[in-house]
């Protein structure tokens, strides 16, 4: 009975309008509504995360989360374990307003560095007016002592990951802050506006290949339509990469140059995506992207209103643009509902594409894509809240790269899809399991990828470098380079404190070992705190 609840809440709400403000996409938080997304009764738009604000899902969503709540009838156990910490409903509108806290301590087996921490204070902020449109937005500062592989990607990249820029305290010590903010606006239940400073993510996976929310917020516009059993997601972006470099002596190519620096070396992007839900077990969905930078800071080339339309098809706009500099890819999402509680799903990523070569199987430099295999399934063993998630991923060589770094598929020196790169090999696994305010999970992953020796070399794994000093037409391989191999494995457990903006109490340990013929890095790492918001955070890689 209790296994039938997720979907009698999808039926009693079919049809009605949702009324919900936004939620952000978290793996930890999003995973607890498997029965409902992928079980075999019901036919759900699962690829595009965040969920649209109005969608029935969250109204199901946060009745989910409040049944493991502590139900109280005073004021302060209210504010405590149910509500928001400010929360106002007048009719159909409602607004909220919460203190967010991060404070986490931990040790690692560095001797240089043996404590870390982090101190992070935010608010958010959010709500809805009427049934139409809503609103959420949030603004973090954060202090932080990472462990060593973590600072080092910081060292290397001048970014935290995830989050944006940061300045260097006392050596080891970073502080940066961060924003996300969105507004969306629903005149019919067959479209969606939304406009905000935000992350997105299209997939069913743990990673997507496609576009993931491994880098940090840029701007966006979302036009989401929804018709029968299609769904269609246009997206346009707009990016910053501050630290891509340009050519040597700033030669131009094609007539491009990244004449600038900081704030000037921005880039635009379109993504399109359409997803069909075949039926209640089989979905299918197409992907499209293109970015594109400004030629030079005395004539920037700005919006290209060639990618204006939501319905145009990016790739054969640009193939009529002669010597284009546009970076583009395509790629396929799907999933089938083998059983009740098991579902099968993958990603093909196709950035360049010889057939002649690909047959001949000689490592053919311009034959540049990417896949993903995984299964996930919930109530394991009959275990009801028991979930677990399994996924293979691998990128060839310089896939995601372009001729020039600032149209190379990143934002903010960080990949848009996998926050290894590319030249890759990667497992995943993840078992969740939820009892009362009490969650666990624990996670696995195994990475070959191989390294660069230097600057100057290109292995094709390193998304800022350009792929004009590739090093050979034939024999590339993933792997190719320094072959270095990684494995992390993480526990935690938390318990739920108020479900309205996660607030919990966490503990998590993790150990993750590096190594290649040059060195060996092992780090060990327990920390504890009290943390809030859904915000997926990655420092498996």
Known sequence: MKKLLPVAFI?????AEGQSTYQPYSHQSYQKLSPILYGSQTRIHTAIKPLIPDSILHIVFDSLLHIHGNHRTTWAGRKLWQEHLVEVKRGDNLFYADFLPDFEVGRTNSKDQSTVWLNRKGVQVGGHIGKKFSFYANYTFSNAQFPGYVAEYINGRG?????????YIDGNKHRWSNGTANVSFTPTKYLNVSVGYDKNFIGDGYRSLLLSDVSPNYVTTKLTGT????????????????????????????????????????????????????SNRLSIGFFQSVLWAPKNTAGRRG????????????RSVELTNTA???KMHLGLNTKYKVLDN??????????????????????????????????RGHDLFGVSRLNYLTEYNTVRPYTYQHFNPITAYTNYNQPLAHPLGANFREGVGLVNYSYRQIDFQIQGNWALYGSDSNEE???GGDLRKPYTNYLRDYGNAIGQGIVTHTTYVSFKTAYLINPSYNLRIELAM???????????????LIHVGIRSSFRNVYHDF
């Open 324 to 326: 284009s500099p546009d």
């Open 342 to 375: 098991l579902s099968v799903y993958g990603q093909f990523l196709l950035s360049e594409l010889t057939v002649k070569e690909l047959f001949a199987g000689n490592g053919y430099i311009h034959n540049k894509y990417g896949f993903q295999l995984g299964m």
């Open 11 to 15: 039926l009693m709400y079919l049809g």
């Open 510 to 524: 993790a150990n993750r070992r590096t190594s290649n013929i040059h060195s060996t890095d092992n780090t060990r």
């Open 159 to 167: 970014v935290i990951p995830g989050e944006a820029g940061t300045v």
């Open 227 to 278: 018709l029968g059993n299609v769904r269609y997601l246009s997206l346009w972006a707009y990016m910053r990469d501050p630290f891509a470099t340009s050519y040597e002596n700033r030669t131009a190519i094609d007539g491009v140059i990244n004449d600038g620096a900081g704030a000037n070396l921005f880039k635009w992007g379109a993504f399109q995506y359409i997803d069909w839900n075949v």
């Open 303 to 314: 919006f290209d209103f060639n990618y204006i339309s939501p319905l145009i098809f990016l």
């Open 457 to 459: 070399t290109n292995n």
